[in-house]
């Protein structure tokens, strides 16, 4: 099982705020993944990595951008929040097929 | 793409009750995966099947790869108010440029009533 972290649980900001939600794995997983998900909703595949440099979009189209430069840390930064960005990402790394979920980030723009 | 159908949508049940929900596809899968989420949380991994007939036990939970492999089966016998939670099944995308990525159910939302 994997050991990953997620910062800020929880962050209200202003609308046009830059931000960057934290992701890291100590189990030196090489796949993560970004999700969005609206309380009790579907997850939305928003960004994953396949390793060390290798980004690409998801499922739903997002505003927000990511980067992979160490395996262990997988951030999402969001040039210029709006309130439509009021919503729950989770952070997941997989080994092989199972992903492993962090506990998220719950955002409000407002 | 593939889509997988989860059901029911919700569960409102007494305490000690069974707890019976699945999840099917119109496409094959080769692991089939149960996570449940608490509210505020991330989804955590309960029971990952990885062949066909496959029945496998976690507690009190039992989860079933279904022979067609298009569907699977969670089962949570003697509900206790802590399974509260949404409860979704998830399966890996066939490959090519989705390999890695994984679809998900809708979920389903379960209520325990002490």
């Known amino acids: 099982e994997a050991d990953i972290y997620q910062t800020p649980r929880y962050l209200v900001i202003g609308t046009g705020k830059k931000i960057t939600l934290e992701c890291s794995q100590t189990m030196g997983h090489d796949k993560m993944y970004w999700y969005q998900q609206d309380p009790g909703m579907e997850l939305h595949l928003i960004h994953y990595s396949y390793g060390v440099n290798s980004t690409e979009k998801g499922d739903l189209s997002s505003e927000s951008t990511v980067s992979r430069i160490r395996t262990e840390h997988f951030p999402l930064t969001l040039e210029s929040a709006r309130p439509s960005h009021t919503s729950q990402y989770l952070c997941?790394?997989?080994?092989?097929?199972?992903?492993?979920f962090g506990p998220g980030t719950r955002l409000t723009v407002t | 793409g593939q889509q997988l159908n989860q059901s029911p949508q919700s569960m409102f049940i007494q305490e000690g009750e069974d707890v019976s929900m699945n999840c099917t596809s119109s496409s094959i899968f080769n692991t089939w995966l149960w996570y449940k989420q608490d509210p505020g949380e991330g989804p955590v991994l309960l029971i990952a099947?990885?062949?066909?007939?496959e029945l496998t036990s976690n507690g009190r939970l039992t989860a079933q790869f279904g022979i067609t492999r298009k569907d699977s089966f969670l089962n949570i016998s003697a509900s206790i108010p802590s399974d509260v939670g949404i409860y979704f099944c998830a399966g890996p995308h066939a490959g090519g440029t989705s390999y890695g990525k994984l679809t998900f159910g809708q979920g389903t939302i379960l209520t325990v009533h002490p």
């Open positions: 099947l990885y062949k066909a007939g």
């Open positions: 997941a790394s997989s080994p092989r097929v199972e992903q492993y």
